[in-house]
């Protein structure tokens, strides 16, 4: 079943033309990895998925729902909020709030949005804590937490509304090198429990191990597209062949 499609979305900042013309479609409990360049597009992509950027024109459909053609009508703060809650997002720097604890960080926003009683959001929330196994960190703050510890908060946290499509956008390039792994272990466990989630990452080993489809982004358009074995092992694009032997030689 397919959960999104993009259809030629277009989007500048002034006469800067950042996405091109992008389109692809996602069928549900897949994993899409966007690679690419830096500057190729990515962070504006999910941020236009988002709809905390609006893109120019072209479609975003959500279960066959068309929530934006990037008209003018798209624009209105109610409707943009209501589209928001289609997807879930992690950012780089994980955004916690600093003045919540773990569990307050994670009930915030299912409170506001009255997903359920106090008791059923927290219920949730204690369970999720557990996936992302942080039981002993519960009532701790982020600045008393490691930044894989706050990472797999803010994963928690996005899954808290329990979102149709959930997107990282480079999970885990504000981390050392030895806390990445903890956080690529949670999305992979993700990834078992039938999750459809698109992750921007540099991380080209789990790419490849993770995903069921990868796009390659350059210069606002989606140079290739295929599974991680025609991407990896069969590129056709001189780009990617030189983004892959870029990115394989510094590891
Ligand atoms: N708010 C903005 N205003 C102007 N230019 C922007 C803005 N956001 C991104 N850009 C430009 O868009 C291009 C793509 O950026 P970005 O989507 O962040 O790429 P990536 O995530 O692939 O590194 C870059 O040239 C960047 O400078
Ligand atoms: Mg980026």
Do not use: W
């Amino acid at each position: 079943m397919v959960i999104l499609e993009v259809k030629n979305i277009k989007k500048s900042f002034g006469k800067t033309e950042v996405l091109k013309d992008i389109s692809f479609s996602l069928e549900k409990g897949e994993v899409l990895a966007i690679i690419g360049s830096s500057g190729s597009g990515k962070t504006t992509l999910l941020r236009c998925l988002n709809f905390l950027e609006n893109h120019d024109s072209g479609d975003i459909i959500v279960n066959g729902k068309l929530l934006s053609d990037g008209g003018e009508g798209d624009l209105k703060e109610e409707k943009l909020r209501e589209n928001r809650l289609h997807f879930g997002l992690v950012f780089q720097q994980f955004n916690l709030f600093p003045q919540y604890t773990v569990l307050q960080n994670i009930t915030l926003a299912p409170t506001l949005l009255k997903k359920g009683s106090a008791e059923e959001i927290e219920k949730n929330a204690l369970k999720l804590i557990d996936k992302v196994d942080l039981n002993e960190k519960r009532d701790f703050y982020p600045h008393e937490l490691s930044g894989g510890q706050q990472q797999r908060v803010a994963i928690a946290r996005a899954l808290a509304l329990d979102p149709e499509i959930l997107c990282f956008d480079e999970p885990t390039s504000a981390l050392d090198p030895e806390l990445t792994g903890e956080v690529l272990k949670v999305i992979r466990e993700l990834k078992g429990s039938d999750n459809t989630m698109i992750i921007v990452t540099h991380e080209m080993n789990f790419a490849k191990n993770v995903a069921d489809k990868i796009i390659f982004m350059a210069d606002g358009i989606i140079e290739e597209m295929g599974t991680p074995e025609e991407i990896f092992n069969n590129p056709k694009s001189e780009k990617l062949k030189v983004f892959i032997e870029k990115a394989f030689s510094e590891k």
